[in-house]
């Protein structure tokens, strides 16, 4: 979520609200049933990643160079989600982090609007940051800037150990695990549970 505010220098500043923890997550599951030969995929369009943005509370790009600005940035958007989704996958797994992915991820921490400052928000707060103006200086870590940060701090906190794949291979949706005793499998189990339920089920059925 953003507003736009005037600092003390009279400087045009952004307020914007971090987001859930797994804020990053979701936008790798932008695209999902990622075993399938054709994963499906959400963000076809630009104006599908500024609807995304929209509905996660993300600040749109200035409407003045929307347009040409979001269809520049759009493949950067696409390859960043795509980092954010090796990362965590191979994090989920057990795997290690590839280091073009880290190398990736980082370079899109350095681009990503510099977390300085800590304003009142309503209620809470929110970090203060500059605003970019002009086709030139939207970029997608300055969009994406809360999902790079949701990715960076997952990744170097505790709770980076709750990351889990869907146990559904055509699925391979990330989630965090937020179970009781830490053994959640599956995204959902009235859907992939329950079919890899079926599946065993099946094949108890045909072993008999």
């Known amino acids: 979520m953003g507003r736009a505010v005037m600092t003390s220098a009279g400087a045009r500043a952004r307020l914007l609200v971090v987001g859930p923890q797994g804020l990053c997550l979701d936008y790798a599951n932008t695209r999902c049933w990622r075993g399938l030969a054709q994963p499906k995929e959400t963000l076809q369009r630009p104006a599908d990643l500024l609807a995304w943005c929209r509905r996660a509370?993300?600040?749109?790009?200035?409407?003045?160079?929307?347009a040409p600005a979001v269809a520049g940035l759009f493949v950067e958007a696409i390859c960043l989600r795509e980092v954010i989704y090796s990362v965590f996958?191979?994090?989920?797994?057990?795997?290690?982090i590839a280091a073009a992915?880290?190398?990736?991820?980082?370079?899109?921490?350095?681009?990503?609007?510099?977390?300085?400052?800590?304003?009142?928000?309503?209620?809470?707060?929110?970090?203060?940051?500059?605003?970019?103006?002009g086709a030139a200086a939207v970029s997608a870590s300055d969009l994406l800037s809360?999902?790079?940060?949701?990715?960076?701090?997952?990744?170097v906190a505790a709770r980076a150990g709750a990351v889990r794949q869907c146990a559904e291979n055509t699925c391979r949706?990330?989630?965090?695990?937020?179970?009781?005793?830490?053994?959640?499998?599956?995204?959902d189990m009235g859907s992939c549970g329950n079919r890899a339920k079926a599946r065993r089920h099946y094949r108890k059925r045909r072993a008999a």
């Not at 991820?105 to 605003?131: E, K, M, T």
């Not at 809360?146 to 990744?155: E, T």
């Open 173 to 187: 949706w990330l989630f965090l695990d937020q179970s009781r005793n830490a053994t959640r499998r599956w995204c």
């Open 101 to 133: 992915d880290l190398l990736a991820l980082n370079a899109a921490i350095g681009r990503a609007a510099p977390r300085a400052h800590i304003a009142s928000f309503g209620a809470g707060y929110a970090w203060q940051v500059d605003v970019r103006i």
């Open 89 to 96: 996958s191979a994090l989920a797994t057990g795997n290690t």
């Open 57 to 66: 509370g993300l600040r749109p790009v200035p409407a003045r160079s929307r």
């Open 146 to 155: 809360p999902v790079i940060w949701s990715a960076a701090d997952l990744l």
